[in-house]
């Protein structure tokens, strides 16, 4: 059976928005002389929801605290959202390759959020389905998001491949039952997505590769 439905990640995937995340952060974490951070601090600490997020950088300093910086970190993320995030070389191209596959963005990115990045980024015509952290009860690495996704297209696991940049990624394709594509041009580094079925360089690989996954349950189909 060939592969139907592609789900992407978004944060790491198909966009980098690490100095947008980073900026609001410091700014939200200002007023409590908090570290400040660079780039390469915020993409080890993204990936799990903006309340982990918070959680992480503002550590023991406190619920009241931990409270406005959530506040003050929405505030100025919503209004500076795509000052710098961008796709990453080849998405874009590989969207338009992708025109007979059905498409759904799952991020742990609000999905209020998420749709504001896709519709500023053009990219809200490629995907039927967009689910964010708080679209379902449960966050990757949970599989509640992708059985929902695929829930809603009419599709099975066996129809679908997961494509993240991280082991939650990794971990919710695998326990949602589908092939699982990591990127390793992400936020996470390439030995901890040694689970995932494929590893790809670029985005320009996936097509390639989802001929080669086609090709290959073809061959175990006749024998």
Known sequence: MPIKVVIFDLDGTLIDSSVDITNALNYAMEPYSLKRLTPADAVGL????????????????????????GERFLKHYTGHILDTTRTYPGVEETLRRLGAYRKAVISNKREALSR??????????????VIGSDTTPERKPSPVPILRALSELQADPDDAVMVGDSNHDVDAGKAAGVTTVAVTYGYRPREALTRADYLIDRMT????????????????TRT
């Open 205 to 220: 690989g996936l097509v390639p590769l989802l001929e080669e996954i086609d090709g290959l349950r073809r061959v175990r």
């Open 116 to 129: 504001m990045v896709l519709d500023g980024l053009g990219l809200s015509q490629y995907f039927e389905i």
């Open 46 to 69: 993204i990936g799990e929801g903006i309340t982990r997020l918070i959680e992480k950088v503002a550590g023991d300093s406190g619920e009241p605290i931990k409270t406005d910086v």
